[in-house]
């Protein structure tokens, strides 16, 4: 059948194409614009002058400034070769990664003291908030006291009366504070040894301290904590533990008692060997690492900062 000009009322096909040709039309005149479309500059102009990946990369490797170029545009004088420039595999292998278990947050760094935030709600550059002059957490509970060494001397641990003992101090590492208000189970051998991983009766490192709660028995626990307030600590937990000012180690337990001159077990795993962890020798205070399947003492924490 030959071809007819039949008006487009009688040929959706054709109304739907006039459609889309008016939205062409109007992109086209500019009544839809999405941004300035002019460039800063020309070639040779400075205001089009921008950073290089190696700037980039630079950076976030030592801090070096960067430079953009003068006003002046060259050509490059020969064409690129092997190792001339950095790609962007290796500027994302220089970019920070997140950390929502031992980053800082600002409460963690001194006041007015510049950082890097990892964590959630707080990446990038923030400025910490922490008074080294006033601890956040204090030893004015009912039956809470300050524990004292044979000399009467001592500031940092406190007996809650509750089977609990919180570090008021921490250790101040970095500009920021580390292991503060932490709060420590005083029976230091309940846990029991166990495999970090869980084994055939969910039972291991970790399982084990998320269970513990003030019906715990055994635990001498009155402190009206629940299941899942107790963890099991941080490498860095505990290395500030067993550091000075009165640190703790199986010759020198301090308010805490069972301390095992044995080893007990961090929940942080080894980067790239998933199945190893690293603990820590309370006899001594050295750390090391080994594959899960080992059975080590579990002291759990809960709180701090």
């Given at each position: 059948?030959?071809?007819?000009?039949t008006p487009t009322a009688y040929h959706p096909y054709l109304r739907a194409l006039s459609g889309a040709s008016a939205v062409v039309l109007l992109l086209s005149t500019g009544a839809v614009v999405a941004g300035e479309l002019d460039?800063?500059?020309?070639?040779?102009?400075?205001?089009?002058?921008?950073?290089?990946?190696?700037?980039?990369?630079?950076?976030?490797?030592t801090g070096e400034e960067g430079a953009k170029r003068g006003a002046g545009f060259a050509e490059p004088t020969s064409g690129p070769t092997a190792g001339t420039m950095h790609d962007l595999d290796a500027i994302m292998?220089?970019?920070?990664?997140?950390?929502?278990?031992?980053?800082?947050?600002?409460?963690d760094v001194t006041k007015d003291k510049t950082f890097w935030g990892l964590t959630d709600g707080e990446w990038g550059q923030q400025t910490g908030t922490l008074n080294p002059e006033t601890a956040p957490c204090?030893?004015?509970g009912d039956g809470a006291s300050i524990w004292k060494n044979d000399q009467q001397e001592g500031t940092r641990w406190c007996d809650n009366g509750d089977g609990t003992v919180t570090d008021l101090l921490g250790l101040m590492?970095?500009?920021k504070t580390k292991g503060r208000c932490l709060v420590w189970l005083k029976k230091a051998d309940w846990?029991?040894?166990?495999?970090?991983?869980?084994?055939?009766?969910?039972?291991?490192?970790?399982t084990r301290a998320g269970?513990?709660?003030a019906d715990t028995d055994g635990a001498g626990l009155s402190d009206g904590s629940v299941v899942g307030d107790w963890r099991l600590p941080t490498l860095n937990e505990l290395q500030v533990l067993t550091a000075d000012p009165e640190k703790i180690l199986s010759g020198s337990p301090g308010p805490f008692t069972d301390v095992q001159q044995n080893f007990y077990w961090s929940s942080t795993s080894v980067p790239g060997r998933a199945s190893d962890a690293w603990f820590l020798n309370l006899n001594n205070g050295r750390t090391g690492n080994i594959d899960k399947a080992q059975f080590f003492y579990v002291w759990p924490v809960r709180g701090g900062q």
């Open positions: 059948m030959p071809w007819s000009p460039p800063p500059g020309g070639p040779g102009s400075e205001a089009s002058a921008l950073y290089t990946l190696q700037d980039l990369y630079n950076r976030l490797d292998d220089k970019m920070p990664e997140k950390d929502d278990t031992d980053g800082a947050k600002a409460e204090n030893c004015d590492a970095d500009g846990g029991g040894q166990k495999l970090w991983i869980d084994g055939n009766n969910d039972d291991g490192a970790n269970i513990l709660s």
